[in-house]
């Protein structure tokens, strides 16, 4: 299945593109009481990283089932449920930004979640300022957005620890990979794309 989706995108890639083909588009989303200038800081990054049109959702609420009141953190799951529901089919993705603490039953915390088959991804700045000063705390929420992007663009974690999609533990590995792809992931960025 791999190389057939693989040839349709070559062959797609060789057509030429009529001038008019609107770029695809990624919607941001805050969630909650998350502030909304974070859109305006990640929207040239994921612009230029996804060579995507970047649009400003209206905001989603945080969904009170969410809530786990025993852990005091909400569960990542049941945001991405949320922007589900507010994802327009003209978006190719949604990613929900979050000011709480997430989680996901099997792990402390997480700093976001993704679903590639439904399209939509959430991170959260909650745990980014511990030490940062705004450039640092801005570099890392553009990693968690085009790292949680990745993945609902179908791409697994990465065995590079200075790939955007190595799994980070620690704010500290966050920090050392940092916003890029490695070149294989790129490479399976843009097929899964079918670019
Ligand atoms: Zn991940
Ligand atoms: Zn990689």
Redesign the pocket.
């Given at each position: 299945m791999r190389s057939v989706a693989l040839l349709i995108g070559i062959v797609a890639g060789m057509a030429q593109a009529p001038a008019s083909t609107p770029k695809p588009t990624i919607a941001l989303a805050v969630i909650g009481d998350t502030p909304r200038d974070v859109i305006a800081d990640l929207t040239p990054i994921l612009r230029e990283t996804f060579g995507a049109e970047i649009v400003m959702a209206p905001p989603v609420a945080l969904p009170a089932s969410s809530w786990n009141a025993s852990r005091r953190q909400y569960l990542s799951t049941k945001l991405l449920d949320a922007l589900e529901s507010a994802k327009r089919p003209e978006w190719e993705r949604l990613l929900g930004i979050a000011d709480v603490d997430l989680y996901v039953p099997d792990l402390n915390f997480v700093f976001g979640e993704a679903d590639s088959r439904r399209g939509v991804g959430v991170f959260s700045l909650a745990r980014l300022r511990a030490g940062a000063d705004e450039a640092l705390f801005k570099r890392r929420a553009a990693t968690e957005a085009i790292h949680e992007l990745g993945h609902t663009y179908g791409l697994s974690h990465?065995d590079?620890p200075t790939?955007?999609?190595?799994f980070s533990n620690t704010l500290a590995e966050s920090d050392h990979k940092g916003t890029k792809?490695?070149p294989?992931?790129a490479r399976e960025l843009a097929e899964n794309r079918g670019q």
């Amino acid at each position: 299945m791999r190389s057939v989706a693989l040839l349709i995108g070559i062959v797609a890639g060789m057509a030429q593109a009529p001038a008019s083909t609107p770029k695809p588009t990624i919607a941001l989303a805050v969630i909650g009481d998350t502030p909304r200038d974070v859109i305006a800081d990640l929207t040239p990054i994921l612009r230029e990283t996804f060579g995507a049109e970047i649009v400003m959702a209206p905001p989603v609420a945080l969904p009170a089932s969410s809530w786990n009141a025993s852990r005091r953190q909400y569960l990542s799951t049941k945001l991405l449920d949320a922007l589900e529901s507010a994802k327009r089919p003209e978006w190719e993705r949604l990613l929900g930004i979050a000011d709480v603490d997430l989680y996901v039953p099997d792990l402390n915390f997480v700093f976001g979640e993704a679903d590639s088959r439904r399209g939509v991804g959430v991170f959260s700045l909650a745990r980014l300022r511990a030490g940062a000063d705004e450039a640092l705390f801005k570099r890392r929420a553009a990693t968690e957005a085009i790292h949680e992007l990745g993945h609902t663009y179908g791409l697994s974690h990465c065995d590079k620890p200075t790939c955007v999609m190595w799994f980070s533990n620690t704010l500290a590995e966050s920090d050392h990979k940092g916003t890029k792809f490695c070149p294989e992931h790129a490479r399976e960025l843009a097929e899964n794309r079918g670019q």
